[in-house]
């Protein structure tokens, strides 16, 4: 087993090392002026080897956020109020300044952004990875169609409320300025969706 471990633990790092060399290419010289063949060389890999770890180009970007695409679906397991936990756990990400929340002016956290959001393909795959998330939370939620249906109203309200702070600080506001408008926003979209939604049963 701690072979088994040392080796998975060995593969995530060489995940995490080709996105970072990947990432920083692209954001000196542009996603479309680096080649992949260009990214496998920095990273002293074959071409080969780079595709079976990132299947897409737009996978050595998209895997900084692979982890988010469950993380709805883990918040409300077992939650008698999947609305009111995810409510909840937006605003302790928006409080702690968590990228995913849009609400960050770090500088590398906003060249990441203007990298996801300004380039086509990479909005394109970004959308599968929100459809999936929506999958994975409509499954913890029950699967049948009341589920699907609150499931992608909440991925949708997490996704605008978030490119709402992205764009606002992007646009040169403050993070604390924006900050008390982000919360209020959040608490009035999820107020509105407890309203709308039909009780939900999630699995145990």
Known sequence: MGEMGLRERKKQRMYQDVSDIAVRLFLERGFDAVSVAEVAAAAGISK???FRYFPAKEDLVLHRIADHETEAA?????AADPVDVLRRHFLAGLE????VTGLNDHP?????HTLLYGTPSLVARAYRHQERSEAALAEALGGDLDARLAAGQIIAVQRILAL???RRIAAGEPVEGVAPDAVR??????????KCLPRLDVDE
């Open 74 to 78: 883990r918040v409300v397991a077992g």
């Open 96 to 99: 702690r300044r968590d990228p």
């Open 108 to 112: 590398a956290v906003l060249a990441f």
């Open 164 to 166: 709402e702070n992205f």
């Open 48 to 50: 080969p080897t780079l």
């Open 185 to 194: 926003a959040a608490e009035r979209a999820f107020a509105r969706l407890a």
